[in-house]
């Protein structure tokens, strides 16, 4: 009785993990390959449709993942999120290797349906003890980050030679995206 | 016999209650960076990204509309930060919690991926009530005192130091692309205040 009322000073802002919180939220989207190409592929892909695509869909994604994320921490479960990861590279890259041209609201929307699957994965994952807050925006800004690599390697696309490369980017996106999904299903 | 066991009994009420008054101070509010309050008032609003998101999103709002707009945030966010601390001080401890920081991203965060067209009136409206709410969070519980103004102090400066140079870097930005840069950090911040809203609605 006298140990419980010998109480310690309650530290009410910072705390000791919240730094960690950060950092497991900007690892999070980079320790999935899977993750890393369907994400790269949606900066690619809105590189080669240029404007207005090209920042439409980075805006969307974070935004729809979002949603997804919120879902994921609900507990709310979503069937084959593995499977839609993997169906994200699959198509994404697919697109970029065909040079699809889609109308602007159908690329956001294929995009945005496969951010539902990429935010539930992060958010049914937030280890015990970190700050909820700073792994939020963690994994929103690698997630960012991933985009802009992606848009930065599409800029070739202005050259004959890097359109070919983009289409090759993409085929690789895809078979890494396939090589996921044998897994997912096996 | 029996009067030994009442005196054992109270002796050991009043280690107790010896003990029920020791408790350490609830330091609810500012670390102590050992630099003194200035820093202390700094450093709280640097580390604290419920306070530094959302400032730095009215920075990157004002910035896209423009010279004269960056100008407004650069003073009444402060000021109304300042003045939201020091009506703060002597209330009890105030807490919005993830819900209304969640609001406040979101809010914001929309706002700057819309790039929206808010009128100066409204944009300086908007500064004087992040800044006076925020400020008022901030302030409360810290107890009237001179270190405690002089910390809110140190915090309008940190305040004042991060709206202007971030306005000005976005205010000088002429490449379309650089600009919807800026409104793509916008998307972030408003993804982030989603999440938030989750983790509330969930209760980490």
Known sequence: MLLTLWVPAAFAHVQPSEAGGLLTGLQ??????????????????????????????????????????????????????????????????????????????????????????????????????????????????????????????????????????????????????????????? | MKGACALRVRSRIAAVLAMALACGPARAHLQTSGMGPVCDGLAHFLTSPEDLVPALA????????????????????????????????????????????????LLLGGLVVADAKLSLRSMTALCAFLGLVHGYLNGSGMGLSAAAIVAALGLTAAVFVLVSLVAALVVQLRAPWARIAVRVAGSWIAASGLLMIGWSIRGV
């Open chain 2, 58 to 105: 009215l920075a990157l709002l004002a910035g896209l509309r423009g010279a004269a707009y960056g100008r407004s945030a650069m003073f009444t966010l402060p000021a109304a930060w300042l003045l939201g601390s020091l009506a703060g001080l002597s209330a009890a401890v105030a807490n919005a919690g993830t819900l209304g920081a969640s609001f406040w991203f």
């Open chain 1, 28 to 186: 999070h989207p980079l320790s999935g390959v899977d993750h890393v190409l369907a994400m790269v592929a949606v900066g690619l892909w809105g590189a080669q449709l240029g404007a207005p695509a090209i920042w439409v869909l980075p805006v969307a994604f974070p935004l729809i993942m979002a949603l997804g994320g919120m879902l994921g921490f609900l507990g709310l479960p979503i069937p084959g999120v593995e499977i839609g990861i993997a169906a994200s590279a699959v198509v994404l890259g697919a697109a970029v290797a065909f040079e699809l041209r889609p109308p602007l609201v159908v690329a956001a929307l294929v995009v945005g349906v496969f951010a539902i699957f990429h935010g539930h994965a992060h958010g049914a994952e937030l280890p015990p003890g970190q700050s909820a807050m700073l792994y939020s925006m963690g994994f929103v800004i690698a997630t960012g980050c991933l985009h802009a690599v992606g848009i930065g390697i599409g800029t070739v696309h202005r050259w004959t030679w890097g359109r070919q490369l983009l289409r090759g980017a993409g085929a690789v996106v895809t078979a890494g995206g396939a090589f996921f999904m044998c897994k997912a299903l096996a």
